[in-house]
């Protein structure tokens, strides 16, 4: 018939051919890109051995792997990627702080917290920080240094999350935050932004979270007198290989004094 | 009808129904997982409104943003990671390279390189990277440190992709490399790696390639007689939150003296 069953059926016949042909060429994975306003082909695919490997807006990329052995081809993405910008005054050492309507989680709920999110497809880690502290706070600020990062796993839909704390030096001071996505926006002493972390931490029934850790050791190196330019992970242009698009940025470490700690997991902290 | 074409009308008569609820509702997006067997219903879904927002394996998940302003959902994700393994013999400053079958960019190929690949969903770091070093090379080594980092865009897939050099102490020495992705390996001093990156940066066009900075680097912190262990990003366990999985990482930079440069872009490099 010429109806969808029909075309269904005509689909999966021509499939089959395709697929013997694609093996006997001795290829062992077949991709196939599917419009949405065709996705009624997915289920005659499907029952070839096709699986999506990733989808997004108008199309879905499906693969089907022809070996019995598990497919080697990697994972669409694995991580989004957050960026927190510790926006310091050097002279008073105030920093920028936010508290956002909702929280991440019901433990960091009412407190104060960096400015920040994730790093859109495409942009570079300084540009996201800068971006994310101005849409939510309206100060501008100049990346300097990724200080530290954290891994996390199983976060929005089963990805992994890679948070990186931006220090930040303020180019304007005046706040006009999103009142969509922040309650309250101030200029806090960072001491005063640690003992939040602390208390956020006791909530959350750990002894210190990144954030403090992050805070307790960059107080240390304010009250050691350091030069906070010298720490952490600077961000450099490298030379951008054929084949590569532009954007290339290498994250260099500088000179630190001993901010933190820790050669290994087996290492305790400072 | 109770065909095909029938049941797509009747479920697109219930998508405008529950879609009508969930407006009323005020809420601003409709989420909807389809199993790949059932996939025959996206195109209803697509009329109204739906895409694709991610899909893997066995089931797509599609969304509706009702409001006519474009969606904040955040993309699935953006990102992959891949570890290099700098595995060096501080007594020697020999260090483990490969030459790959089939490198990544003709530019590249028949060049040493480091061992390296893709973290895993749900890997860490410093895990990743001693898996992939041992698969690739027979050797096992301890990760030390993350010393650099690159971040590019336009990888596989359109994502981005961050790859972090990490520093690792050889555990055993013996050399019993992949045949399948690997043509050579061997243990060559830093120096003559250093030699392979700049011809590989010449033949790519550029001054000096991310692998030519991060070897430089390393090679002028073992002529001045640095402590290797203090170069970089460690890693450290952290206090997992509530509502997190375990698996947190904390990356830390350690001491160093002055390794790498690069304060901004402004910066020009040491």
Same mark, same amino acid.
């Given at each position: 018939?010429?109806?969808?069953?029909?075309?269904? +059926?005509?689909?999966?016949?021509? %499939?089959?051919?395709?697929?013997?042909?694609?093996?006997?060429?001795?290829?062992?994975?077949?991709?196939?890109?599917?419009?949405?306003?065709?996705?009624?082909?997915?289920?005659?695919?499907?029952? *070839? #051995?096709?699986?999506?490997?990733?989808?997004?807006?108008?199309?879905?990329?499906?693969?089907?792997?022809?070996?019995?052995?598990?497919?080697?081809?990697?994972?669409?993405?694995?991580?989004?990627?957050?960026? #927190?910008?510790?926006?310091?005054?050097?002279?008073?050492?105030?920093?920028? =702080? =936010?508290?956002?309507?909702?929280?991440? $989680?019901?433990?960091?709920?009412?407190?104060?917290?960096?400015? #920040?999110?994730?790093?859109?497809?495409?942009?570079?880690?300084? +540009?996201?920080?800068?971006?994310? =502290?101005?849409?939510?706070? #309206?100060?501008?600020?100049?990346?300097?240094?990724?200080?530290?990062?954290?891994?996390?796993?199983?976060?929005?839909?089963?990805?992994?999350? %890679?948070?990186?704390?931006? %220090?930040?030096?303020?180019?304007?001071?005046?706040?006009?935050?999103?009142?969509?996505?922040?309650?309250?926006?101030?200029?806090?002493?960072?001491?005063?932004?640690? +003992?939040?972390?602390?208390?956020?931490?006791?909530?959350?029934? =750990?002894?210190?979270?990144?954030?403090?850790?992050?805070?307790?050791?960059? %107080?240390?190196?304010?009250?050691?007198?350091?030069?906070?330019?010298?720490?952490?992970?600077?961000?450099?242009?490298?030379?951008?290989?054929?084949?590569?698009?532009?954007?290339?940025?290498?994250? $260099?470490?500088?000179?630190?004094? *001993?901010?933190?700690?820790?050669?290994?997991?087996?290492?305790?902290?400072?």
């Amino acid at each position: 018939g010429e109806g969808p069953v029909g075309c269904a +059926d005509s689909f999966g016949a021509k %499939l089959d051919v395709v697929i013997d042909e694609i093996r006997e060429a001795g290829r062992q994975g077949v991709w196939m890109r599917v419009p949405i306003a065709q996705a009624a082909a997915i289920p005659a695919a499907a029952a *070839r #051995g096709f699986r999506y490997h990733h989808a997004e807006g108008d199309s879905a990329m499906l693969l089907a792997w022809l070996p019995p052995s598990a497919s080697p081809v990697p994972d669409f993405a694995t991580h989004v990627i957050g960026v #927190g910008g510790m926006v310091l005054d050097e002279a008073s050492h105030e920093v920028l =702080v =936010v508290k956002e309507r909702v929280a991440a $989680t019901s433990t960091s709920q009412g407190s104060w917290k960096l400015p #920040g999110g994730l790093v859109d497809l495409g942009e570079e880690f300084a +540009d996201g920080a800068a971006r994310e =502290v101005l849409e939510e706070t #309206g100060v501008r600020a100049a990346f300097r240094a990724i200080l530290a990062a954290r891994h996390q796993h199983g976060a929005a839909f089963g990805r992994d999350d %890679l948070y990186m704390i931006c %220090l930040m030096a303020p180019l304007t001071t005046e706040i006009d935050f999103d009142p969509h996505e922040i309650s309250d926006c101030r200029w806090i002493p960072l001491s005063e932004y640690y +003992d939040a972390t602390r208390a956020t931490s006791k909530r959350q029934g =750990v002894e210190e979270n990144f954030n403090a850790f992050v805070v307790r050791n960059v %107080l240390a190196a304010c009250e050691r007198g350091d030069d906070l330019g010298r720490l952490g992970f600077g961000s450099r242009e490298m030379g951008s290989p054929v084949g590569y698009q532009k954007g290339v940025t290498g994250l $260099t470490s500088k000179p630190t004094y *001993r901010i933190y700690s820790g050669l290994s997991r087996r290492t305790a902290s400072i």
